[in-house]
C-alpha cells in the first residue's frame, strides 16, 4: 500500500516538497496542519499556496469514515470506522473526570488466537498503515470534540505483529512539530512477541508497556493463548526486564480472571514468585463475555479476594473498572464485523 501523504514524517515530506520545487518550510506548515490542527486533507491547510494544494490532491490521503457509534451507560463510545479498502475496525472512547482515554485498533483481525478474544474470530486481513491509526484519533477527537489525552494500543490486532507502522504511528504522534502527545502518555498491548519487545528496546520510546498474561504457568498459558508455544513467561520476562532497564517504565501485567482457570491459590503462588518488585504492576480483570468462549469471569468477591492476597505477598496489584460491556466495548470484546451494532455478526 502506497504511503499516503497524512502518514509521511516531515523529513519526508520535505523530501516530496522538494520533487515537486517546493521550499523545505512547506512540509513544516503541512505537518502542523495535519497534525497539531488535526486537519482533514492537504486542501485545508491555507497557508499551503492554492497551486500547491491542488497538485497534493494527486498523492494518496488515508483517514478513516465512522460508520456507527454505540454509547455506553458509563459514557463510553464504541465507534466502527470503515477503512478505504471497505473494511472495518472499532475504536473505543472513555472519557473520565481527569482525561479521555482512547483504545484504538492496529490491525484489521488478528492472527494470535486468544480464546477469550473476540477479535481473532474472524479472519485476519491486513495491517493498518499508521495514517489509519493517526486517523482514529483524529477523527474520534472531531467527532466528541474532546482532544485525546491518553491512548491504548489495545483493540483490535498485536501491535507488536505490525511493528513498522506502530513503531511509525508512535513516532508521528509523539513529534513536538505535531500532536506532541507523551510517550508516557500511550499504553502498547502485546500478548508476548519476544524479539519484537527487544527491538522495541532499541527505539528508546518510553511508553507503557503492557503483557497479555492471563495465566501464571506456561502450561496453562497454553491452553488458551497459541503465542505461548513460542515464548515462555520466563523469555518474556527476560525481555520486559530489559525494556524496564532502557525506559524505567513500570511493566503491567493484565490478567482476566477465569473462573477455576486461573485464579486459584497455585495461581497466587506462582504469580508472587514471578512478579515481585516495584517494575511489575498486575490488572486484574473480569472476563468480558464472549459467544465462542464458554468460560466463567471469577466472581467480584474473589477478584478483590485476589487482589488482596496479591498486595499481602508484596505484588503490585489494582483492578481495572470495567467500560463499555454493555455495548461489547470492553477488553477482549472488539471485533472487525458489525457484530452489537445492527450488521452482519
Not at 515537486?20 to 502542523?32: E, I, K, N, V
Amino acid at each position: 500500500m502506497e504511503r499516503a501523504i497524512n502518514g509521511m514524517t516531515q523529513k519526508e515530506l520535505e523530501g516530496l516538497f522538494t520533487d515537486l520545487g517546493q521550499p523545505s518550510f512547506r512540509a513544516s506548515q503541512l505537518f502542523h496542519g495535519l497534525h497539531e490542527k488535526g486537519l482533514k486533507s492537504p486542501d485545508e491547510v491555507t497557508t499551503l499556496p492554492k497551486s500547491l494544494r491542488e497538485a497534493l490532491r494527486t498523492y494518496p490521503f488515508r483517514t478513516v469514515e465512522e460508520v456507527r457509534q454505540l454509547l455506553s451507560q458509563d459514557g463510553s463510545r464504541k465507534i466502527l470506522y470503515a477503512l478505504e479498502d471497505g473494511n472495518t475496525v472499532e475504536t473505543v472512547y472513555m472519557p473520565y473526570p481527569d482525561r479521555t482515554t482512547l483504545c484504538i485498533s492496529s490491525q484489521v483481525g488478528c492472527k494470535m488466537g486468544c480464546q477469550f478474544c473476540a477479535s481473532t474470530k474472524a479472519a485476519f486481513v491486513r495491517n493498518l498503515q499508521a495514517e489509519e491509526m493517526l486517523s482514529q484519533v483524529y477523527v474520534t477527537e472531531e467527532i466528541t470534540g474532546d482532544r485525546i489525552d491518553r491512548i491504548v494500543l489495545m483493540g483490535i490486532g498485536e501491535p507488536l505483529d505490525n511493528y513498522d507502522e506502530v513503531v511509525r504511528f508512535l513516532r508521528l504522534i509523539t513529534d513536538p512539530r505535531g500532536k506532541n502527545l507523551s510517550a508516557r502518555s500511550i499504553t502498547l498491548s502485546t500478548c508476548g512477541l519476544v524479539p519484537r519487545i527487544y527491538d522495541l528496546v532499541e527505539e528508546g520510546i518510553p511508553l507503557n508497556l503492557a503483557i497479555s498474561l492471563h495465566a501464571s504457568s506456561d502450561e496453562d498459558r497454553r491452553r488458551t493463548m497459541p503465542i505461548a508455544n513460542r515464548y515462555s513467561i520466563r523469555e518474556i520476562i527476560q525481555a520486559c526486564l530489559a525494556y524496564f532497564e532502557k525506559t524505567g517504565r513500570r511493566i503491567s501485567l493484565e490478567y482476566v480472571l477465569i473462573e477455576g482457570e486461573n485464579d486459584r491459590l497455585q495461581d497466587l503462588d506462582a504469580l508472587s514468585r514471578l512478579f515481585k518488585g516495584p517494575m511489575w504492576h498486575i490488572n486484574l480483570l473480569p472476563l468480558n463475555p464472549i459467544k465462542e468462549y464458554k468460560g466463567k469471569s471469577s466472581r467480584e468477591e474473589r477478584i478483590y479476594a485476589f487482589e488482596d492476597a496479591l498486595h499481602k505477598r508484596g505484588i503490585h496489584a489494582s483492578v481495572r473498572k470495567k467500560r463499555g460491556e454493555d455495548i461489547d466495548g470492553a477488553c477482549g470484546q472488539l471485533r472487525i464485523l458489525y457484530q452489537g451494532m445492527g450488521g452482519p455478526s
